[in-house]
Each structure stands twice: as structure tokens, then as C-alpha cells.
């Protein structure tokens, strides 16, 4: 048993032969179709909510990366006892091999964009680990069995091959994966296109929509500063010549519309805030930009829906789904098809080519990155992405705020004291914010300029912190309808969280 370890390590070398071979093979088929992205993609699809919530509470927006790791532990695992079982119980080792090889064939079949093609990047690197594993437990066993001078010359030709083989994996699995993804991104054809002019272009944020105090966010959010949330592992790459939208379903005339197409039509310029559903109170999913796109209710409307249609369901080439009502993307809102953030092309994280703006919904149920699809359908005709895992099918943004200054936990000296955040009711708009201050009365902040009903507002109050102490800021919005927000605490699940946001200082 003395070579033990060396099976052992024979079993992860074949396997990492076979993600190595993968990833070269997935250069010619798609950068998504390895055994890890494929995997990786299934499993992110089929993580319960809560354990969802769970890690990434734990580890933030880490959570692709923690993914990845915790994949290649368990890998290389298994690949190390399939190397001890390979020789104990042959042909077991090798029958673990082929098990995961075909539930990676699965799962890359799975893919919603996935061709037949998919399927080889863990077939070959199944059967090139198998081969591998055996030769090498073969030439492991033969030394087992023999003794004398000769063998430890041989144990050292098993470990060179060890290396040498464990060494190509390596370098062939991080080159394949470099020139993979390197031969589609599309970050040089992006920086080419030129954004065409809006109608009216939206007039420049007038200076007092930000207060510029320290602290507090600004009203515009730059695209690097942009939140970003997205269930894709890599970031779809889809090039502007090959993009189409394809409008279809319960319409009278499909329509197919090409970006050459887009540049036929007049483009508008908007300023719209976007929020996520998952976002706390007090945190920080939220987001402001000026967006360029068409609006979605012509492009709906030239394909003719039918009168009992009532869902537009929007399909990203990666197989996010998100359903809005039809009535809230033609009721005259500055709902879109962007193609320009902050007077840039989309970057491609938020969605290049194209994406829809929706101002008043979540973008869970609205705002589809790489978007390819608007299927004109009904609530009780199908489902979305999240609407299947337990959210709620209609996700309408909900009044509320946040206070960015003072800090939670300061300590700061008696005085007048700036107390300052954004509030938002996106297609409704905000007309107070309140402040109160332990037990007393509720006090209306200073609301800054609101340049559109689409987008948040920054509000500031000047306390006059007197008594010496621990004390408790409480906030509130009231809506452009009169709806001042609950108070009621609810999480983010099903449909956005709701509730007061507070913080404590000590004054002294
Ligand atoms: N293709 C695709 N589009 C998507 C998503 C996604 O997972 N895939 N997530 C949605 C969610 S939940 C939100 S909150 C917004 C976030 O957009 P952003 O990343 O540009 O801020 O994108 C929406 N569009
Ligand atoms: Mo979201």
C-alpha cells in the first residue's frame, strides 16, 4: 500500500487532464460548454432561495468564485479516490469518470443557447482522463507487485509523467479558457460603435439634484459604480452583428429586428433608477443612469398584440426570462430598449448589446440584459426565471429609502449634524421624506431637485443633536400619490423589502 498517495495522485492528474482537454476543446464550441461552466451554470439554476440568500450574505458578489473553488475541491476529490478505487475495485475509478462526464454532457446539453457541439468538450476530456487514469494505475500496479533496484527508477518515471501530464492540464485548461474567451469578447467592437443621437436629449442633471454632501451618494451613478446583478457565470458575449430581437408569440405579425434596424429609428434619453428586489433596506442594489434606447412601446406595437395577451416575456440569450406586465411597457412610461448608458455603449455587463429600462418594475421582472426575445403571452401561461423559484410574478418597485450619512455607530461631538440619504417610488415619485429622532415628531427633510419621476431623490435634515447619548434616526418617503411607506418589516422575498431604515449614533 505503500504507493497510495501516488494513486492518489494519478486520479486528480487524470482529472485535471480531463477539465484541461475540456477547456481546449470548448475554444472551438463556446467558452460555456465545459464541465465546470456547464456544472457550475446547473447549479447556480437549482440553488434552493434561502441557501442562495445564505451564501451570498456571506460572501457577496464572491459567490461565482466561491463556486467555482468549492467545484474544483470536490473535483479533485473524487478524482483522487476514483485513483485508490481504480485499482481496488477496478473499473470503478474509471466508472466515476465516465458518471461525470456524462452529467456534465447533461448539463452543457442543458444550456438553453446549447448546440449537439456542447456535448465534446467533457466527452473528449472524459475519454482522454479514462485513459489516462488506467495507464497510469496499470504502470502503478506493476510497481507494486515488483521489487528490488529497478522499481524506484521506475516510481520515478510515473512521477515525472505525473507532472509533465498534471503540467500540460494546467497550462492547456488556463490557455484554452484564456483564448475561449478572448476570441469572443466583444469589449473592441464595443468601444467602436457610435451611440446615435436622442430626439430630445435629456436635459443635463440640473446641479441641485445633488446636494454633494459628503457621504451621500451621488444622484447619477457612474457605470463602474453601477450595481450589478446577474445569474450569468461569464458574461454573455454577443456581438451587435449578430444580435437580433424577435418579437413573437400571441402578436399578429412576428417581427425580427436587427441593430442595423434600431438605427432607422429615433432613440430617446432618459434618466431611470434601477432597483433590485433582493436589495434590504438600507442597502445598496439600487442604481441611477441616464439611458439611451427606443421606446418598447412602439416596437411592441408594430407586431400587433392580441387584446387577452396581458405578459411580455423577455428571453436573454443566456435563458433569463423576466415577465412584465404588457399594460405597464405601452401605458406611455419610458419603458426601452437601451443601448447607451451614461452616453456610452452598454458595458457588457449590463447587457451590450441591448437591454430593456423599465422605470417602476424590479429588474427581476423587467430590465433582461443581452436581451433576444419579447414573447407576447399571459400570466397563466408561463412563468420567469425567478417567478419559478418563488418570487412574486409581478414585481412593482416599492416606496422606500436609505440614509447615507451620518455613519451607523459614529461617535461625533454635540452640534448641528447632517443627516442626509435618497429616497425613491420610481414612476411615482417622491414627494417627502421625514425624519424622526428617538421618540419625537417626524420632521420633513429638504428634498432636492427631482429631475424626473423615474429616478430617486436626495433629501437632507440639519439636526440640532443636543443631548449627550446613544440615539436612533428613523427615515421615511412619502410617494407622489400620498402613500407614505410601511413600517412594516418584511424581507426581500417574494417581492422586495419593506420597512423604515434607521442607525444609531452616539453623541458626546
Ligand atoms: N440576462 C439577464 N438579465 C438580467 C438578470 C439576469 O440574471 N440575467 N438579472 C436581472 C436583475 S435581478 C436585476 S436587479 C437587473 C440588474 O441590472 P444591472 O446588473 O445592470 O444593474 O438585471 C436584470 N436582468
Ligand atoms: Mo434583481
Redesign the pocket.
Given at each position: 500500500m505503500a504507493d497510495r498517495e501516488l494513486r492518489i495522485a494519478a486520479g486528480i492528474v487524470a482529472g485535471g487532464v480531463t477539465l484541461g482537454v475540456a477547456e481546449v476543446v470548448s475554444v472551438l464550441v463556446s467558452p460555456d460548454s465545459t464541465p465546470l461552466q456547464a456544472v457550475g451554470a446547473w447549479i447556480v439554476d437549482h440553488t434552493p432561495d434561502g441557501f442562495r440568500e445564505w451564501v451570498i450574505g456571506l460572501v457577496g458578489t464572491n459567490d461565482k468564485l466561491l463556486l467555482f473553488v468549492s467545484m474544483g475541491v470536490v473535483a479533485f476529490v473524487l478524482a483522487g479516490i476514483a485513483g485508490v478505487v481504480e485499482r481496488e475495485r477496478r473499473p470503478f475509478g474509471s466508472v466515476l469518470f465516465a458518471v461525470f462526464g456524462l452529467l456534465s454532457m447533461l448539463a452543457a446539453l442543458g444550456r438553453p443557447n446549447a448546440a449537439w457541439t456542447w456535448a465534446l468538450p467533457a466527452l473528449l476530456g472524459m475519454i482522454a482522463g479514462i485513459l489516462l487514469l488506467r495507464g497510469l494505475i496499470e504502470k502503478i500496479t506493476r510497481l507494486d507487485a515488483g521489487a528490488g533496484e529497478d522499481m524506484s527508477v521506475e516510481r520515478r518515471q510515473v512521477m515525472r509523467g505525473l507532472l509533465v501530464a498534471g503540467g500540460a492540464a494546467l497550462v492547456g485548461g488556463v490557455a484554452g479558457r484564456l483564448i475561449g474567451l478572448r476570441s469572443r469578447d466583444v469589449s473592441a467592437e464595443r468601444a467602436d460603435v457610435r451611440l446615435p443621437t436622442p430626439s430630445e436629449p435629456e436635459p443635463s442633471v440640473e446641479p441641485g439634484a445633488d446636494l454633494r454632501i459628503p457621504g451621500l451618494t451621488p444622484y447619477l451613478t457612474s457605470n463602474s459604480d453601477?450595481?450589478?446583478?446577474?445569474?450569468?457565470l461569464t458574461v454573455p458575449q454577443v456581438s451587435k452583428d449578430d444580435w437580433s430581437l424577435r418579437i413573437h408569440g400571441m402578436v399578429d405579425r412576428e417581427i425580427r429586428l436587427t441593430y442595423a434596424d434600431l438605427a432607422a429609428k429615433t432613440p430617446i434619453e432618459r434618466l431611470v433608477t434601477?432597483a433590485?428586489v433582493s436589495n434590504p433596506v438600507g442597502g445598496d442594489?439600487i442604481?441611477n443612469a441616464r439611458w439611451l434606447g427606443y421606446p418598447l412601446k412602439e416596437l411592441i406595437e408594430a407586431a400587433g398584440p392580441h387584446p387577452d395577451a396581458d405578459m411580455v416575456l423577455s428571453r436573454?440569450v443566456?435563458g433569463?426570462t423576466?415577465g412584465s406586465p404588457l399594460a405597464v411597457l405601452t401605458d406611455g412610461r419610458d419603458a426601452m430598449l437601451a443601448v447607451g448608458m451614461n452616453g456610452e455603449p452598454l458595458p457588457t455587463a449590463?447587457?451590450y448589446p441591448a437591454r430593456l429600462v423599465v422605470p417602476g418594475l424590479?429588474?427581476?421582472v423587467s430590465?433582461?440584459?443581452?436581451v433576444s426575445e419579447l414573447e407576447i403571452t399571459r400570466f397563466d401561461r408561463a412563468e420567469a426565471f425567478w417567478t419559478r423559484r418563488g418570487w412574486s410574478a409581478y414585481g412593482p418597485i416599492k416606496t422606500e429609502c436609505r440614509i447615507d450619512v451620518p455613519r451607523n455607530h459614529i461617535t461625533t461631538p454635540p452640534g448641528k449634524i447632517t443627516i442626509a440619504g435618497v429616497a425613491w417610488a420610481q414612476h411615482r415619485g417622491i414627494k417627502g421624506v421625514e425624519i424622526r429622532v428617538d421618540q419625537g415628531d417626524w420632521q420633513p427633510a429638504r428634498l432636492a431637485v427631482a429631475p424626473s419621476i423615474d429616478t430617486w431623490v436626495q433629501w437632507s435634515y440639519d439636526w440640532d443633536a443636543t443631548a449627550s447619548g446613544l440615539h436612533t434616526i428613523w427615515a421615511r418617503a412619502t410617494d407622489g400619490t400620498g402613500a407614505t411607506q410601511t413600517d412594516k418589516q418584511q424581507d426581500v422575498v417574494p417581492d422586495g423589502a419593506t420597512g423604515y431604515p434607521s442607525l444609531t449614533v452616539r453623541i458626546g
Open positions: 453601477f450595481y450589478r446583478i446577474d445569474t450569468a434601477l433590485c442594489l442604481s436573454s443566456d433569463f423576466a449590463h447587457g424590479y429588474g427581476y430590465a433582461t440584459k443581452w
